[in-house]
């Protein structure tokens, strides 16, 4: 597994919702900086700040939804993971796409027409893209990964996919 026992002491399994929210605040804060480090001539600690906290928040709740979903579709033969596959790019998808380009925005500028804006100009392209990349990581995940490892596992593979949703949201 990408995040074992023994690398977090294991916290993923005394205390999982703290480390999952702090390995989830970890990535996206190492996502977004990736991102200003390429494209900005200084980092903007606001836009940090507020990247971050969006793993603060999804950490514990993924670790809660990833819960949920095993427990509602045990198991992990094929039609069960095309079940969790569905649902989770149903549910968690839309809500996390909705979370980057409407509170973000609404946060960082405190205006409601703009973060509207983004939500109508980029939460579609978003979500559609992200299908594709999930689809096949959460395929992985799914299939060979124990619960306690799935969101760590899926936090880890968004570095990637933080820094793309940070340059989209950011620079374009």
Do not use: H
């Amino acid at each position: 597994a990408v995040v074992s026992t023994q690398s977090t002491g294991g916290l993923l399994e005394r205390r999982p919702y703290l480390t999952n929210t702090l390995i989830a605040g970890f990535f996206c804060f190492a996502g977004d900086l990736t991102q200003q480090w390429v494209f900005n001539e200084q980092i903007k600690f606001n836009e940090l700040a507020t990247f971050t906290s969006i793993g603060l928040l999804f950490g514990p709740v993924g670790y809660v939804w990833y819960g949920k979903l095993e427990k509602w579709l045990p198991g992990t033969g094929g039609l069960t993971i095309a079940k969790k596959l569905l649902l989770d790019e149903v549910a968690w998808g839309p809500l996390f796409a909705a979370t980057v380009f409407y509170v973000l925005p609404l946060v960082e500028t405190g205006n409601k027409d703009f973060a509207l804006q983004e939500l109508k100009q980029k939460f579609l392209p978003a979500w559609l893209g992200s299908a594709g990349f999930w689809m096949v990581l959460q395929s992985i995940n799914f299939k060979f990964l124990p619960l306690q490892y799935r969101m760590p596992y899926m936090m880890a593979m968004s570095f990637v996919y933080d820094t793309g949703l940070a340059i989209y949201r950011y620079q374009y």
